[in-house]
């Protein structure tokens, strides 16, 4: 039921640009919930002063303006936190990022099959800096690897599978068929510029596989406790 409320909440604040007050009115869900849910979908000055002409009160406008002025001011701090964290990263050793490939494999890797390296992941730049990881350090070239997509029948197939070859650099052949689910009930489908689907990268080889899950156990075995010490 929230997931349902969810998405008519954000397409009436995209399609309709209606107030936190007047979406908590047509759907019973608190305006606590709406800030959750639409806090990166605020409104313009002009449709606020559109919406006052129309019968707002002067309270309505207000807040919706302090909330933009707080999205503002979260948003450069959060610049000025990525701009000094991203200095940290100008020179990175080989040593850092063959274990941050270690680590998201761990994570997020397939484990059981001795010849499949498989990571599936809804974020192209993960699926991208492991494709690169691969080629890096298991000497696999990314004309080996293939992708498959996880998508919805509300989804734009072509447009998706395009988005994906583009964002990783890969070619067309090296797409298998798209895995295309129907809705469930009660799912989150609202289609935004956020959601592209789930994308499975795989390669086949048995050396590369050993190698990648050795690393990995060798690492915990190494460092299990290291933090605690």
């Known amino acids: ?8 909440a ?32 605020p409104l313009s000055e002009e449709r606020l002063l559109e919406l006052r002409r129309a019968g707002w009160t002067k309270g309505e406008v207000k807040r919706e303006r302090f909330r933009n002025a707080m999205r503002i001011r979260r948003e450069k701090t959060e610049h000025e936190i990525y701009e000094k964290q991203r200095r940290r990263f100008v020179r990175i050793s080989d040593q850092a990022l063959f274990v941050a490939g270690l680590m998201l494999y761990a994570a997020e890797g397939e484990k059981k099959s001795k010849s ?27 004309g080996k690897m293939r ?35 129907p809705l469930r009930p009660g799912s989150f489908t609202y289609r935004d510029t956020a959601r592209h689907g789930t994308c499975k990268l795989y390669v086949g080889s048995v050396p590369a596989k050993a190698k990648l899950m050795l690393s990995i156990r060798a690492f915990f075995d190494k460092h299990t406790g290291y933090m605690r010490a």
């Open 10 to 41: 954000v397409r009436l604040r995209i399609e309709e640009q209606l107030s936190f007050g007047e979406i908590s009115r047509r759907l019973g869900v608190s305006k606590g919930t709406l800030s959750r849910w639409l806090e990166n979908l």
């Open 116 to 142: 499949d390296i498989s990571f599936t992941n809804t974020d192209y730049i993960l699926v991208s800096f492991f494709a690169d990881w691969i080629t890096q350090f298991l000497e696999l070239p990314k």
């Open 1 to 8: 039921m929230k997931a349902i409320e969810r998405e008519e």
């Open 147 to 181: 992708l498959q997509l996880h998508l919805y029948e509300n989804m734009d197939v072509l447009g998706e599978e395009k988005f994906w070859l583009t964002q990783l650099g890969f070619k067309r052949e090296q797409l298998w068929i798209s895995q295309v689910r």
